[in-house]
């Protein structure tokens, strides 16, 4: 299975300062059809995760245009350009070109 | 309102078998597959399995074949997954959602349902 390797663990952060979180995948991502389905996901304590962000760069309806994905291959990176109070919560990426589909081990976002 | 409603929490004993269930609202059914998810305290989170809402076709993680089964009722809108021959290890939340990994951009979780396995 391919192992999705998330950096850091944890991140303290600063309301209003940018953020930002690396993934690794342990094989290349991209798909013969051409597409990469690298996806973030956002857990907030006690609720069950929700999309941000699908194949790389797309983000889902409703996300703030703070969040920004990018990468290639088997690198990957979650930007936030300006940490609000409600981004608190674990990140997880996520990849679904091989299967089976395989998570990060999340990454805590701390103010 | 589309979303995904599960059952409630369950507490069973090893070697038990457990079922959970999702019931759908607000699409058609029939036209996404259901998959199920799970959340162990500490570990990252792990994809069990998928059935097709259409035709009820099922994949599931090789680790689990023969402990899992994931089924759907159309006319119910509800999709299933039992597990079996529980140990503690398979303490945990469990999820169905539709196109979790966003490949159709058509992301919805359930809320999900803690299991808990202990004598």
């Known amino acids: 299975d391919v192992v999705m390797t998330q950096t850091p663990l944890s991140s303290p952060v600063t309301l209003g300062q940018p953020a930002s979180i690396s993934c690794r995948s342990s094989?290349?991502?991209?798909?013969?059809?051409?597409?990469?389905?690298l996806t973030w996901l956002h857990q907030r304590p006690g609720q069950p995760p929700r999309l941000l962000i699908s194949?790389?760069?797309k983000r889902f309806s409703g996300v703030p245009d703070r969040f920004s994905g990018s990468g290639a291959g088997t690198d990957f990176t979650l930007r936030i350009s300006r940490v609000e109070a409600e981004d608190v919560g674990v990140y997880y990426c996520?990849?679904?070109?091989?299967?089976?589909?395989?998570f990060g081990q999340g990454t805590k976002l701390e103010i | 309102q589309v979303q995904l409603v599960q059952s409630g929490a369950e507490v069973k004993k090893p070697g038990a078998s457990v079922t959970v269930s999702c019931k759908t609202y607000?699409?058609?059914?029939?036209?996404?597959?259901i998959h199920w998810v799970r959340q162990a305290p500490g570990q990252r989170l792990e994809w069990m399995g998928w059935?097709?809402?259409?035709?009820?076709?099922?994949e599931y993680l090789k680790k689990l074949k023969g402990r899992i089964s994931i089924t759907r009722d159309t006319s119910a809108t509800t999709a299933y997954m039992e597990l079996s021959s529980l140990t503690s290890e398979d303490t945990a939340v469990y999820y169905c959602?539709?196109?979790?990994?966003?490949?159709?951009?058509?992301?919805?979780w359930g809320q999900g349902s803690l299991v808990t396995v202990s004598s």
């Open positions: 959602a539709r196109d979790p990994f966003g490949v159709i951009e058509q992301s919805l």
């Open positions: 607000g699409y058609i059914f029939t036209s996404y597959a």
């Open positions: 059935v097709n809402g259409g035709d009820g076709k099922t």
């Open positions: 094989q290349s991502l991209l798909h013969t059809n051409g597409n990469t389905y």
């Open positions: 194949k790389i760069s």
């Open positions: 996520v990849q679904a070109t091989h299967f089976p589909g395989t």
